[in-house]
C-alpha cells in the first residue's frame, strides 16, 4: 500500500503571495493532521481533520486554512505568506479518530513532507 | 509550543556503539512516541509506549516511561550508520476529547553514528 502523499515536494514563493500544499493519506485512513517544521526544530501541530471535520486547531494565524475531501485528501493553504512561513510541511495520517489512546491508538503515519520557501 | 526537550541535542557515536536519548515533558500524557527522520524528510514512527507502560521494546529499540518524573528515554543498541538521523519524542495528551490525537513534539536529538 501507498503511504502518505504530498505535493510538491518543493515550492518557492515570494511574500504576499498565497500557496496550497495538497496530502493523500494513507488508504483507509480517515484523520488527517498538519505540521510545520520550522529549520532546526520539532513539528508544531496546524490541524487536524476527520471525516471532513476541524477536529483541532493549532497556535497558527488566520492566513492558515485547510479542508479535507470527502476522498479524505486535504488541503493547506496559507495566504499573505511572510518569510517566516518557511518550513517543511507534513502532513499525517490515522486510521481514525474515536479509540483510546491510553490503549495505544493515536499512531500518526507521516508522508515526505513539502518544502516552502518564501523570498 | 515545543512539549517537551530531548537530550543531549546531538550525539555523535561509533558503529557499534548504545545510543541513548532522553525526553522530557511538561503536562500530563496517555501515551508518547518516538520517531525518526532523515535529513530533513518526513518522519517514521518507531514506537509507541502507553502511559501505563513503564518499559517496550521493539527490535533494537527499548523505551522507559516515567510519568512521576514526566520523562521518557530511547534506547538503540548496537547501532549502525544507518541510524544517523534526528530523533523525536511526541506526546498525546491527556485529555479524552479528539484533540488530544495531536501530537507535540520536542526539538529532536541529532544522531550520528560513524562507520
Known amino acids: 500500500d501507498a503511504g502518505v502523499t504530498q505535493s510538491p515536494t518543493h515550492l518557492i514563493k515570494t511574500r504576499g503571495q498565497q500557496v496550497t500544499l495538497r496530502c493523500s493519506p494513507i488508504?483507509?485512513?480517515?484523520?488527517v493532521s498538519w505540521y510545520q517544521q520550522v529549520l532546526g526544530q520539532g513539528p508544531q501541530f496546524i490541524f487536524q481533520y476527520y471525516e471532513k471535520e476541524e477536529r483541532g486547531r493549532g497556535n497558527f494565524p488566520d492566513r492558515f486554512s485547510a479542508r479535507q475531501f470527502p476522498n479524505y485528501s486535504s488541503e493547506l493553504n496559507v495566504n499573505a505568506l511572510l518569510l517566516g512561513d518557511s518550513a517543511l510541511y507534513l502532513c499525517a495520517s490515522r486510521l481514525r479518530d474515536s479509540g483510546s489512546l491510553l490503549a495505544g491508538g493515536g499512531t500518526q503515519y507521516f508522508g515526505p513532507g513539502t518544502r516552502l520557501l518564501v523570498l | 509550543s515545543q512539549q517537551g526537550e530531548e537530550d543531549p541535542q546531538a550525539l555523535s557515536i561509533q558503529e557499534g556503539e548504545n545510543a541513548t536519548m532522553n525526553c522530557s515533558y511538561k503536562t500530563s500524557i496517555n501515551n508518547l512516541q518516538w520517531y525518526r527522520q532523515n535529513s530533513g524528510r518526513g518522519l517514521v514512527h518507531l514506537i509507541l509506549?502507553?502511559?501505563?507502560?513503564r518499559e517496550k521494546h521493539s527490535g533494537r529499540l527499548r523505551v522507559t516511561l516515567d510519568t512521576s518524573k514526566k520523562s521518557s528515554s530511547l534506547l538503540i543498541t548496537a547501532s549502525r550508520a544507518a541510524d544517523t538521523a534526528s530523533y523525536f519524542c511526541a506526546t498525546a495528551g491527556g485529555s479524552s476529547g479528539a484533540g488530544s490525537y495531536q501530537l507535540t513534539f520536542g526539538k529532536g536529538t541529532k544522531l550520528s553514528v560513524i562507520p
Open positions: 509506549i502507553r502511559s501505563n507502560e
Open positions: 488508504s483507509g485512513h480517515k484523520s
